[in-house]
């Protein structure tokens, strides 16, 4: 677009520009993607974990998640990553798997699979996301496991 063929003010042209961007997501991704990517849940560590887990893809995206457990239940779950809006989406997908769910549901419900018929499916060159947010998820439940008969030592793990 030239500067010729720009008549709107600066927030039009921002509008048109996003509604643009999300037209596409739903063509290629899904109206489930497009909501977690509007909208993600769980985005943000939580307080007073009882499980951390930080993770690299093999694209480069770092991914974290926290757990806070009530007894065998997934109270809270968080994450926050530096990588691209299908990462966002996975980590968000994860969470919302997990959030309420045994500890044992958690593990088998939050795996690549899971997330991607969540999500009703991704492109293959992004499934990778998926299991980054899964295998993230994973470890910071393991974490919990690991530490939950000695609660002191979560001070000295090292978070975000």
């Known amino acids: 677009m030239s500067d010729e063929d720009r008549d709107g003010t600066p ?3 921002a509008r048109e520009l ?3 961007m999300e037209r596409q997501v739903l063509e290629i991704y899904g109206p489930t993607v497009l909501d977690h990517w509007k909208h993600p849940r769980n985005l943000g560590l939580v307080e007073g974990a009882d499980g951390y887990a930080r993770l690299q ?3 480069g995206d770092t991914m974290e998640m926290t757990v806070r457990m009530d007894g065998d239940v997934v109270a809270d779950c968080g994450f926050r990553t530096d990588g691209c809006g299908t990462t966002i989406v996975c980590g968000s997908a994860a969470t919302w798997l997990a ?3 045994s500890f ?3 593990l088998g419900a939050v795996g690549a699979r899971g ?3 969540l999500l009703g499916g991704l492109p293959k060159s992004d499934v990778h996301c ?5 295998e993230t998820l994973r470890l910071a439940l393991a974490d919990h496991l690991a530490h939950r008969g000695s609660p002191w030592k979560r001070k000295y793990r090292k978070m975000g």
């Open 104 to 106: 044992v549901d958690a």
């Open 18 to 20: 996003r509604e643009e």
């Open 130 to 134: 998926a299991e980054l947010a899964a």
């Open 115 to 117: 997330i991607l018929e």
């Open 11 to 13: 927030e039009e042209e």
């Open 57 to 59: 893809g093999p694209c």
């Open 99 to 101: 959030k309420g769910r």
